[in-house]
């Protein structure tokens, strides 16, 4: 239905419509809001994608080694998962906006010592942040997974030639895990490139909108802004964009793992 009505005028409330072609797809592509949100949407969800990626593989790698408490940090680092956004929210807004303040004035770093969710140039760090905070965990459930199934004859092996820490992550388990490195990659650009919660909840947009997303645009316009076919057109181009691009993610990925 939502592609259909991408082809006419409805508002979302209005009785009747008609049809109007691709001309809500044309205008899409001119509209400096869409490619502003965009903008911001990709440039979130790559960064996010690799800061999770690095910090939960480093998280895993710690965890799967004889570590004394290993099933309590396993509990602990994965509790920020099963929290609500709203509760992250609510935490990370009273963190910004008292103890940020209060950590930078300490470090003597004036020119930061503003809550960062109200900054236009900082207000899309702070999500990452949190962003990060919060996802990092699943990610890291996942790296163990794959952690666990790697043989130690291996590890013995790699020793007894007289490989180091380093050689033995390059060469045996980051090959080794490579498939769940593909999965956490795929989903987490997935996931991150329809960030909706993080933003409504920590800035709802703003400030000025510079971190606005795809998503949020599409449910903020089309659902309060009579903008119903127009952001269905919007919608059905950011679907296919999202499945474009999982699509060579898994190609490259799975090519590279070939070659690993």
């Keep these: 239905m939502g592609i259909f009505y991408s082809f006419t005028d409805w508002n979302g409330l209005k009785p009747t419509y008609k049809m109007v072609g691709f001309i809500n797809y044309l205008n899409v592509f001119k509209d400096k809001d869409v490619l502003d949100a965009y903008l911001f949407t990709f440039k979130f969800a790559i960064l996010t994608t690799v800061i999770v990626n690095v910090v939960s593989l480093c998280i895993a790698l710690a965890l799967n080694s004889n570590i004394k408490l290993k099933n309590f940090f396993k509990g602990l680092y994965f509790m920020p998962y099963i929290l609500s956004m709203l509760i992250v ?56 997974a794959g952690l666990q199934t790697i043989s130690e004859d291996l590890y013995e092996a790699s ?79 950011y679907f296919v964009v999202i499945v474009a691009i999982s699509l060579i993610q898994l190609r490259y990925l799975q090519k590279r793992e070939m070659n690993l």
């Design 89 to 144: 929210a609510y935490i990370f807004n009273y963190f910004f906006a008292n103890f940020w303040i209060d950590i930078m004035g300490y470090l003597g770093i004036e020119k930061w010592m503003v809550n960062p969710l109200g900054n236009e140039k900082g207000a899309w760090l702070a999500i990452v942040f949190v962003t990060v905070w919060q996802s990092a965990a699943f990610n890291t459930v996942l790296y163990l």
């Design 159 to 237: 020793a007894l030639d007289g490989a180091n820490k380093w050689k033995e992550f390059w060469g045996i388990t980051f090959p080794m895990i490579a498939p769940f490195f593909t999965i956490n990659m795929v989903l987490s650009l997935k996931g991150f490139l329809q960030v909706f919660d993080q933003v409504l909840a920590l800035t709802g947009g703003g400030p000025f909108g510079v971190t606005r997303s795809i998503a949020l645009l599409i449910y903020k316009n089309g659902f309060s802004g009579n903008e119903f076919a127009y952001q269905s057109a919007n919608a059905v181009i």
